[in-house]
C-alpha cells in the first residue's frame, strides 16, 4: 500500500479528501455501542464462498477519474449504507525499470472494504491481505492480489462479495504514482517505526531505508514504510501498518497546515484513480462526512497456510461471518457467548514497562481472563489503547478492570488475540 492509498482511505471513504473531518480528536476515535439500528442489504449469515466467474478485465465503461469537477455535488442522505471496494494497484514492467502506462489493471498491493453507515455514524474498514486465497474458476487457487487483472473491477467486487458476503455498490483504483506526490504535498507525515526497516528491490526501484523510532517522513520514505513486509507477519504485519498509517494521515490533513495543502491534492486524485462510483454515491458520502462520523477498522480473520508450495492468508468462515454479522450487517449484533476466561487477551508493553506489564497480566487473570498473557509486538508508544475485532463491549469490560485507556475496534492488534492491549506510559 502506497502512502496515496493510505491517506486516501479517506477518499476511500467518503471519496475525496473531504474525510480528514473523520477524526478530529482521540476521544472521537473511540468507537462506541452503536444506539441505531443498521441498514445493511446484506444477509445476516451469508456463507463465505471463494468461487468468481470469469470477468473480462478490460476497462469499464464507467470508469473515470476521481476529477475536482465530479466531488461538486450536494450532500443527500443514503437510505442505506454503501460499500465500496478500494485497490491499491502496482505498476506493470515490460522489463527491470520498464515500467508501462497506468492502466490500472495490474497486481492489487491493497484491498480494502469501506461501508459507510450513515445509520449510526461510521466509516468501516475492511482489509484483505493480498495473499488471501480464492478458487479459480474450474478449479485451482489464486492469490486474490491476481483478481483484478484477472477479472476486471467489475470481476473483483464479485471476488469480495464472495469472500465476504456483502454487497458492493462501486470500487475506486489508485494507482503508485501519486504515493510520494501526496506525502509530499502534506508535507510529510509523522509516524512511529516499529523496527528499522530495510530492503531494496531493484528492478522496482524500491529502497527502504528506515530506522525505529518516532519521525516525520517524506514521500519516499512512507512508501517504504507502508511497503515493506519483510518481517515475521509479512503482509499482515504490512496490513497493520497500513491501518496506523491512514490513522497518521488523517490526523496530519486535520492540522492547520494540512487543511491548507488540500486544494493541492485535487490533481494527484485526477491523475491517479479510476472508479465508478456515481454523483449519489457522492453525495452520500458528504452528507455522513457533515456528521463527522467514528472510524472502525477490520482485518479479515484467518491463518496462514501453504498449498501447493504457495503461502497464503486462508479465510475463517466461521470469523469471518461473526466478522460481519456483528459490524457490517443488519442489527449490527451476534451473541458471541465468549466470556472472560475463552478471551485470548496479548498484553504489549507500549511503553509501560515489563513489570506493569506483568502486574496487568497477573490483575486480569484474577479478574477471570485466564488467557492474559505478555506477546511481543509492535505497537504505538504513547497512553494504553485496547484494540479488537469482537463487540466494543469486550474491550470496555478490560478497560474497566485496567482503569484507563481508550477502546478501539481496530485490526492492528497481535494477530491470533481476541483483545490485545497496548500498555503505554500512563500504566508505570
Request: avoid cysteine.
Amino acid at each position: 500500500m502506497t502512502p496515496l492509498r493510505a491517506a486516501l482511505l479517506a477518499v476511500a471513504a467518503g471519496l475525496s479528501v473531504g474525510l480528514v473531518y473523520l477524526i478530529s480528536s482521540p476521544k472521537q476515535r473511540t468507537a462506541a455501542p452503536a444506539t441505531s439500528a443498521r441498514r445493511v442489504h446484506a444477509p445476516a449469515q451469508t456463507p463465505v464462498r471463494t468461487l468468481v466467474a470469469p470477468v473480462q478485465a478490460g476497462a469499464a465503461a464507467d470508469e473515470q477519474p476521481l476529477t475536482l469537477g465530479r466531488l461538486v455535488v450536494m450532500p443527500r442522505a443514503a437510505i442505506r449504507p454503501l460499500n465500496i471496494a478500494v485497490a491499491g494497484v502496482t505498476p506493470q514492467y515490460a522489463g527491470p525499470r520498464q515500467r508501462l502506462p497506468e492502466n490500472f489493471r495490474g497486481l492489487t498491493d491493497t484491498l480494502l472494504l469501506v461501508q459507510l453507515d450513515a445509520g449510526t455514524k461510521t466509516v468501516r474498514t475492511l482489509s484483505f491481505p493480498r495473499d488471501t486465497r480464492i478458487t479459480r474458476p474450474g478449479g485451482g487457487f489464486m492469490k486474490l492480489n491476481a483478481a483484478l487483472p484477472t477479472f476486471g473491477p467489475d470481476g473483483l467486487r464479485q471476488v469480495l462479495t464472495d469472500v465476504s458476503g456483502v454487497p458492493i455498490d462501486a470500487y475506486l483504483l489508485l494507482g503508485l504514482n501519486a504515493s510520494r506526490q501526496l506525502t509530499d504535498a502534506l508535507g510529510g507525515v509523522r509516524v512511529v517505526v516499529p523496527k528499522d526497516m530495510y530492503y531494496d528491490d531493484r528492478a522496482a526501484g524500491l529502497h527502504i531505508r528506515l530506522k525505529r523510532g518516532p519521525q516525520r517522513l517524506n514521500g519516499e520514505q512512507a512508501e517504504g514504510f507502508v511497503r515493506f513486509r519483510h518481517d515475521a507477519l509479512g503482509d499482515l504485519g504490512r496490513v497493520q501498518r497500513q491501518q496506523a498509517f491512514m490513522r497518521a494521515v488523517l490526523a496530519e490533513m486535520l492540522t492547520p497546515a494540512g487543511l491548507t495543502r488540500l486544494p493541492a491534492l485535487g490533481g494527484v486524485l485526477e491523475r491517479n484513480t479510476r472508479s465508478n462510483v456515481t454523483s449519489e454515491h457522492l453525495a452520500a458520502a458528504f452528507d455522513l462526512l457533515r456528521q463527522r462520523p467514528k472510524l472502525e477498522s477490520f482485518t479479515l480473520p484467518g491463518t496462514f497456510e501453504n498449498t501447493g508450495g504457495a503461502s497464503y492468508w486462508v479465510a475463517d468462515q466461521a470469523k469471518v461471518a461473526a466478522l460481519f454479522t456483528r459490524h457490517f450487517a443488519a442489527g449490527g449484533s451476534v451473541d458471541s457467548n465468549i466470556g472472560a476466561a475463552a478471551l485470548d487477551v496479548a498484553i504489549v508493553d507500549a511503553g509501560a514497562g515489563t513489570m506493569a506489564a506483568l502486574r496487568v497480566r497477573d490483575l486480569l487473570r484474577a479478574r477471570g481472563y485466564a488467557r492474559a498473557r505478555i506477546a511481543p509486538a509492535d505497537s504505538e508508544p504513547g497512553t494504553t489503547i485496547i484494540l479488537g475485532q469482537h463487540d466494543i463491549e469486550d474491550l470496555e469490560r478490560v478497560r474497566a478492570v485496567l482503569g484507563r485507556g481508550e477502546s478501539r475496534l481496530s485490526g492492528e492488534g497481535v494477530l491470533g488475540a481476541d483483545i490485545t492491549i497496548w500498555l503505554g506510559t500512563d500504566a508505570r
